[in-house]
């Protein structure tokens, strides 16, 4: 059974398309499509002390004309809906990929996270013309049944025409349904993996600081290098799992490289 929080959740999603007169008026007009990938070196897991490379995928979706002055790759894929000179509001989702024993061997015995997303909103405001706010809360589909939410902050300089420099904090709550997939371990988790049993609730996950050098070759095609340190928090710093495998401190770095796609409806 859906919780109450999900079912208004989707029950707002399906608001926005459930008119054919609204849904067309929200969707006509020039949009594009960014999409690209990102080579990443990180840890294997959240939480892990070992490190892997991997291939993420870029996507987002907007308006022509009303395109965000600034991005980061924490964003989740979003579709701005209310689009201001100063403030954009709109859905945001991400996917979350199946976690298992193939992953790590340090996950043997804990019961797999299941491939999923989360679904939810998102809210940035610019105080000024350097610097971007934004806040976004999803809840999990499949993977887990909790809350996320993150907060950031980045202040953005152009070095040199298409150079632009950019770094802030970030910080990330979850609720207990988060924590309960990925770092709690119950009785029969903690026989099978020989780990400590941990019943986690709700709390701030993570805090760090990113940056990112970004270089636009032309209107539609661009590049960049970034680096970001989070420390882990709360209850994902009290689970056995990053206790006596993991490691609180998390660095990851690459590079990425995306080509917007215009169209129209």
Not at 170 to 188: C, M
Not at 202 to 209: A, I, P, Y
Request: one cysteine or more.
């Amino acid at each position: 059974m859906l919780s109450r929080s999900k079912t208004l959740l989707c029950s707002a999603c399906i608001g926005l398309i459930a008119t054919p007169a609204a849904a067309d008026s929200f969707l006509s007009g020039n949009w594009y499509i960014r999409a690209g990938a990102a080579g990443i070196f990180a840890p294997t897991f959240e939480g892990s002390r070992s490190r892997k490379f991997s291939i993420s995928p870029i996507i987002s979706v907007g308006r022509q004309g009303r395109e965000a002055r600034f991005s980061s790759r924490n964003d989740s894929p979003s579709i701005g809906i209310l689009e201001t000179e100063i403030f954009r509001a709109g859905i945001s989702g991400k996917l979350l990929w199946k976690r298992d024993s193939s992953t790590s061997s340090d996950l043997r015995g804990l019961s797999p996270v299941k491939f999923g997303g989360e679904l939810g909103g998102f809210a940035e405001l610019y105080p000024t013309d350097w610097m971007r706010l934004r806040g976004e809360l999803r809840h999990g589909i499949v993977s887990h049944d909790g809350v996320v939410g993150d907060i950031s902050a980045d202040a953005f300089a152009d070095l040199a025409p298409g150079l632009r420099l950019s770094a802030g904090p970030r910080a990330t709550y979850a609720t207990k349904g988060y924590y309960d997939a990925y770092y709690g371990v119950d009785a029969t988790e903690s026989a099978a993996s020989g780990l400590s049993r941990y019943t986690p609730g709700s709390g701030w996950k993570s805090v760090g600081v990113g940056t990112a050098l970004t270089w636009s070759m032309t209107d539609n095609l661009s590049a960049s290098a970034f680096a970001e340190y989070s420390r882990l928090t709360g209850p994902a710093a009290d689970s056995s799992l990053v206790r006596e495998r993991g490691n609180r401190n998390q660095l990851m770095f690459g590079v990425s490289a995306a080509y917007k796609f215009n169209f129209g409806l």
